[in-house]
């Protein structure tokens, strides 16, 4: 089974604090997301990746940052985390256009999210 | 850019009853998939739709893709207490999907 796992379940900052979220995959998926969900506004997209060290921006990518130095790894950054950026993470993969491992054309697996709470 | 609506947002359902949730995209999509959340969980991966007037079905779960693909549609029959949880469509028009606002369900037993 597709495994995605991110860093933490719950997390609580301070306005201005830098914050790192992680994930990490194990299903050697090119393509990586990260979305947040807030209740009535369904997933937005924050940023993707399709290759180490490529990112595109999604649609809500203001005011955070993203590193994938390695193929399974995602990393989100708030670089000064403020009080509306408290939100559900979630991170996910997917294979590559076109590919059929790990599943169903274009299938995205996710992880069990970071709820980020900003004091 | 592409937006998908999803509708209704709520549906509070009799057990043993019907419902449907819509999907609706303001461009033609090339596939269109559907995710179920339970409460306190994350999205799962329910199916996938990539041709034109499509119908696939999930035990008491049935999907469509509409013609023009820019609409679908989930139907559950006989809803039970295990239907409970938040369904969210996503269109794609290439390897980003959009998704929609999700239909959260909950079942009266």
């Known amino acids: 089974d597709v495994k995605v796992t991110q860093s933490s379940r719950y997390l609580v900052k301070r306005t201005g604090e830098k914050v790192f979220l992680e994930c990490v995959q194990d299903?050697?998926?090119?393509?990586m997301f990260w979305y947040r969900q807030d209740p009535g506004l369904g997933l937005r997209l924050i940023y993707f990746?399709?290759?180490?060290?490529?990112?595109e921006k999604g649609d809500i990518p203001e005011g955070y940052s993203v590193s994938r130095e390695k193929k399974e790894r995602f990393s989100l950054i708030l670089e000064s985390a403020s009080t509306n950026q408290t939100s559900m993470y979630l991170c996910?993969?997917?294979?590559?256009?076109?590919?059929?491992?790990?599943?169903?054309?274009?299938?995205?697996?996710f992880g069990p999210g970071t709820r980020l709470t900003v004091l | 850019g592409q937006q998908v609506m999803q509708i209704p947002q709520y549906q509070h359902v009799q057990e043993g009853e019907d419902f449907t949730t819509y999907c609706n995209s303001s461009?033609?999509?090339?596939?269109i998939q559907w995710y179920k959340q339970r409460p306190g969980g994350h999205p799962v991966f329910l199916i996938q739709l990539v041709k034109s007037g499509e119908v696939k079905k999930q035990k008491r779960l049935t999907f469509q893709f509409g013609e023009a693909k820019k609409n679908s549609s989930l139907h559950i029959t006989a809803t039970q207490t295990t239907d409970v949880g938040t369904y969210f469509c996503?269109?794609?028009?290439?390897?980003?999907?959009?998704f929609g606002a999700g239909t959260t369900v909950t079942v009266r037993a």
């Open positions: 461009t033609t999509l090339s596939n």
């Open positions: 299903m050697d998926h090119e393509n």
């Open positions: 990746s399709y290759d180490v060290k490529m990112k």
């Open positions: 996503a269109g794609s028009d290439d390897y980003k999907l959009s």
């Open positions: 996910a993969s997917s294979p590559m256009l076109g590919t059929t491992s790990g599943g169903s054309y274009n299938e995205q697996f």
